[in-house]
């Protein structure tokens, strides 16, 4: 069933709340992967994503001089609360949310588990994931075009092996790792190449 996604979607969503539960609140304040987001920034952009609708991302997007930059960067500035508090209890509130922007519904594992790495690695947590979850979502990313933030392109050049799942997908030379990892790499986190092997590292190093 292809809606089966979304219990995977509610437990990485209650990890995380549970995870930032734990945080003091300067830690919120600590940068992410994402270039230019704080912990919180990338918080609050959990929360606009889980609240987004099909309407009403196509009514935002305009809204946004189709710039997916500037739209991201409103959703941001409009669910990030006064405190870390504020922003952690809409995030526990939107847990069970089925909106989802017009997009495969794999995309919502997608924004889950690389989000929730941006927060997790610079602050040092760590999560065992699901590994269906994970597959599922790097297997989603290989067949998006790199125009809605995919790597199809990029496997055209590269071949991923996972070393902790069965996942053999690309072409070229070869890169192998945990499945995370390689995820988090097709999704541009250079923070994830140290874990990789292989030539085609160099590949994923250039596109990242």
């Given at each position: 069933?292809?809606?089966?996604?979304?219990?995977?979607?509610?437990?990485?969503?209650?990890?995380?709340?549970?995870?930032?539960?734990?945080?003091?609140?300067?830690?919120?304040?600590?940068?992410?992967?994402?270039?230019?987001?704080?912990?919180h920034d990338v918080a609050a952009h959990l929360v606009?994503?889980?609240?987004?609708?099909?309407?009403?991302?196509?009514?935002?997007?305009?809204?946004?001089?189709?710039?997916?930059?500037?739209?991201?960067?409103?959703?941001?500035?409009?669910?990030?609360?006064?405190?870390?508090?504020?922003?952690?209890?809409?995030?526990?509130?939107?847990?069970?949310?089925?909106?989802?922007?017009?997009?495969?519904?794999?995309?919502?594992?997608?924004?889950?588990?690389?989000?929730?790495?941006?927060?997790?690695?610079?602050?040092?947590?760590?999560?065992?994931?699901?590994?269906?979850?994970?597959?599922?979502?790097?297997?989603?990313?290989?067949?998006?075009p790199a125009s809605f933030g995919g790597a199809r392109?990029?496997?055209?050049?590269?071949?991923?092996?996972?070393?902790?799942?069965?996942?053999?997908?690309?072409?070229?030379?070869?890169?192998?790792?945990?499945?995370?990892?390689?995820?988090?790499?097709?999704?541009?986190?250079?923070?994830?190449?140290?874990?990789?092997?292989?030539?085609?590292?160099?590949?994923?190093?250039?596109?990242?």
């Amino acid at each position: 069933m292809v809606d089966d996604v979304w219990p995977l979607v509610y437990a990485e969503r209650a990890a995380l709340v549970e995870d930032l539960a734990r945080l003091g609140e300067e830690r919120w304040d600590e940068p992410s992967l994402c270039a230019g987001w704080t912990v919180h920034d990338v918080a609050a952009h959990l929360v606009d994503t889980a609240r987004t609708t099909r309407l009403g991302f196509v009514v935002g997007l305009a809204g946004a001089r189709f710039d997916f930059d500037r739209q991201n960067a409103l959703g941001v500035a409009r669910q990030r609360g006064a405190t870390p508090g504020e922003t952690l209890e809409r995030l526990r509130r939107v847990v069970s949310r089925r909106t989802t922007p017009p997009a495969p519904l794999d995309s919502r594992l997608v924004e889950e588990v690389v989000h929730g790495e941006d927060i997790r690695r610079p602050l040092g947590l760590a999560r065992a994931y699901p590994p269906s979850a994970v597959v599922r979502a790097l297997r989603l990313q290989a067949r998006t075009p790199a125009s809605f933030g995919g790597a199809r392109e990029l496997l055209t050049r590269v071949r991923l092996s996972a070393t902790d799942a069965e996942v053999r997908i690309g072409a070229g030379p070869e890169v192998t790792g945990p499945v995370l990892s390689l995820l988090l790499a097709v999704c541009g986190r250079e923070a994830a190449l140290g874990d990789l092997d292989g030539p085609g590292v160099a590949v994923l190093s250039a596109g990242s």
